[in-house]
């Protein structure tokens, strides 16, 4: 079994910054992917940014050039710096962790509890 700790989010003003981390434990052999998605209340969670373990960074639209995704393969641990934040970025935000749990080509996908980012004057 695989946890993932988020830390972060909260309270934020328009045009103001704030940071998320998610630290991932547990039965780990790899991991190859670590993301952020997020839910709006009334709408599907959606995909935010994500990393591989090399590093490949994929962002969507609505946050490129504001949001930056980084990782820690040796802390298994993955952050999300959130810059000229919007009110529209108001939502639940979960960590989200494709994990290989021995040498074998098999991946379990793992998600956090989520917590509350909301942006509002």
């Known amino acids: 079994q695989v946890q993932l700790v988020e830390s972060g989010g909260g309270l934020g003003q328009p045009g103001g910054s704030l940071s998320l981390s998610c630290a991932a434990s547990?039965?780990?052999?790899?991991?190859?992917?670590m993301g952020w998605y997020r839910q709006a209340p009334g709408k599907l969670r959606e995909l935010v940014a994500d990393?591989?373990?090399?590093?490949?960074?994929n962002y969507a639209d609505s946050v490129k050039g504001r949001f930056t995704i980084s990782g820690d393969n040796a802390k298994n641990t993955v952050y999300l710096q959130m810059n000229s934040l919007k009110p529209e970025d108001t939502a639940v935000y979960y960590c989200?962790?494709?994990?290989?749990?021995?040498?074998?080509?098999?991946?379990?996908?793992?998600w956090g509890q989520g917590t509350q980012v909301t942006v509002s004057s």
């Open positions: 989200n962790a494709a994990v290989r749990p021995d040498y074998r080509d098999i991946v379990y996908n793992y």
């Open positions: 990393i591989t373990s090399g590093g490949t960074t």
């Open positions: 547990g039965n780990i052999f790899a991991i190859n992917d």
